[in-house]
């Protein structure tokens, strides 16, 4: 199964309102999960179950779903937001990731 | 907590092998799924191999089909991997990675992961 993410890079500024989305090659149910990675860092689980947040995430994260297409939010950008996060499906094996979606600073 | 702490990665000769290890601590290991996923220098994430919480289900990526194995041993918490022929392109950090899900072959996420341990196939 195939992820397009778009877009793959995303300048914004802290306060923004940011989207990120996922487009799956074919139905993934909800077995679809988001993670943040910072340079020179492992990823960080944010959203799994396509919309449920992990433990200890902070509730400006987002997730839904509709078909096949997944967005991530961020209500409000915060500094330590900037990164590149990752969508994957664990609905099939082999799992897959998205090509990833860099987040910069204006 | 939970810690994962990856070992064995280095430098290796193309057609080499390399057998990497995790430890694994603060949580239950024989009871979850565990994966392998790597990153190439400056490139996206890919998933590599799954073994079950008993080992008696395995999944692997096409790229690593018959080269690479994974293993478990779950009377000292520890996960392996097992790279044989290795290519170039299998240069990569690689994580050790916890299943989300208790006792199934289907999670729904990756909760923790280890600090990585860099392959690199040069000759």
């Known amino acids: 199964i195939q992820l397009t993410q778009s877009p793959s890079f995303l300048s914004a500024s802290v306060g923004d309102r940011v989207t990120i989305t996922c487009r799956a090659s074919?139905?993934?149910?909800?077995?679809l999960a988001w993670y943040q990675q910072k340079p020179g860092k492992a990823p960080k689980l944010l959203i799994f179950?396509?919309?449920t947040l992990h433990s200890g995430v902070p509730s400006r994260f987002s997730g839904s779903e509709s078909g096949t297409e997944f967005t991530l939010t961020i209500s409000s950008l915060q500094p330590e937001d900037f990164a590149t996060y990752y969508c994957?499906?664990?609905?099939?094996?082999?799992?897959?990731f998205g090509q990833g979606t860099r987040l910069e600073i204006k | 907590q939970v810690q994962l702490v990856e070992s064995g990665g280095g430098v290796v000769q193309p057609g080499g092998s390399l057998r990497l290890s995790c430890a694994a601590s603060?949580?239950?290991?024989?009871?979850?799924?565990m994966h392998w996923v790597r990153q190439a220098p400056g490139k996206g994430l890919q998933w590599v191999a799954f073994?079950?919480?008993?080992?008696?289900?395995?999944?692997?990526a096409d790229s690593v089909k018959g080269r690479f194995t994974v293993s478990r041993d779950n009377s000292k918490n520890t996960l392996f991997l097992q790279m044989n022929s290795l290519r170039p392109e299998d240069t990569s950090v690689y994580y050790c990675?916890?299943?989300?899900?208790?006792?199934?072959?289907f999670g729904i996420g990756f909760d923790f992961w280890g600090q990585g341990t860099l392959v690199t196939v040069s000759s």
């Open positions: 990675v916890k299943d989300r899900t208790l006792g199934a072959t």
């Open positions: 074919q139905g993934v149910s909800s077995y």
């Open positions: 073994i079950r919480y008993d080992g008696d289900e395995k999944y692997f």
């Open positions: 603060g949580f239950t290991f024989s009871s979850y799924g």
């Open positions: 179950a396509a919309s």
């Open positions: 994957q499906q664990l609905n099939t094996y082999p799992i897959t």
